[in-house]
């Protein structure tokens, strides 16, 4: 299976400053269509995960344009250009690339 | 409206069995794989079975293998989830998600194994 491996695990954030979450994949997530399936979810406490991101760079309609989301391979990364507290949670990465599809372990985000 | 409703979780003693069920509605349901993800108390996020469009494909995480069932009913709109052998490991939130990608997801319904 691919391990995917995010980081921070936890993320004390100020408000209106940036954010930065990593998310590395044991093996390529390159499909043989050429396409890069990694995806980004955030999930509000007490609420469904929602994806944020697709293909590593595409935003979801109706996400902020704050949310940035990038790499390729094995590495990638999801920014957040000005945290807001709406934006307090916990973020997975997921790859789609690969059966079975895996999870990283999550990253909660939270105001210092 | 494009949605996901879960149904059928409670609360069930150990060793018993559970049927979920995640109704579609709003669009093309054969479409898409199909996936159940699990989120345990406090805990992360555990993709545990997943169907393609037709039924052809079908994977369970290690940790349900042999004791849960993935069946999708395209003429239904319908997912469904057969859990056997119930532990208290196996006590969450169950989703249904549509996709590759897991676009849409829905509500969840709670499952609580405990005697």
């Known amino acids: 299976d691919v391990v995917m491996t995010q980081s921070p695990l936890s993320l004390p954030v100020t408000l209106g400053q940036p954010a930065s979450i990593s998310c590395r994949s044991s093996q390529s997530l390159v499909h043989s269509d050429g396409n890069t399936y990694l995806n980004w979810f955030q999930q509000r406490p007490g609420q469904s995960p929602r994806r944020l991101i697709y293909?590593?760079?595409n935003r979801d309609s109706g996400v902020p344009d704050r949310f940035s989301g990038s790499g390729s391979g094995t590495d990638f990364t999801l920014k957040i250009s000005r945290v807001e507290a709406e934006d307090v949670g916990v973020y997975y990465c997921?790859?789609?690339?690969?059966?079975?599809?895996?999870f990283g372990q999550g990253t909660k985000v939270e105001v210092k | 409206e494009v949605q996901l409703v879960e149904s059928g979780g409670g609360l069930v003693q150990p060793g018993g069995s559970l049927r979920l069920s995640c109704a579609a509605s709003?669009?093309?349901?054969?479409?898409?794989?199909m996936h159940w993800v699990r989120q345990p108390p406090g805990r992360g996020l555990e993709r545990i079975s997943s169907?393609?469009?037709?039924?052809?494909?079908?994977d369970y995480a290690d940790s349900v293998k042999g004791r849960f069932t993935i069946s999708r009913d395209n003429a239904k709109n319908s997912l469904y989830l057969q859990m056997n052998s119930l532990t208290a490991e196996d006590t969450a939130v169950y989703y249904c998600?549509?996709?590759?990608?897991?676009?849409?997801w829905g509500q969840g319904t709670r499952v609580t194994v405990s005697s």
């Open positions: 997921m790859q789609g690339s690969h059966w079975p599809r895996t």
């Open positions: 293909k590593a760079s």
């Open positions: 169907v393609g469009r037709g039924g052809d494909i079908i």
């Open positions: 709003g669009f093309s349901f054969s479409s898409y794989e």
């Open positions: 998600a549509r996709s590759r990608g897991l676009d849409l």
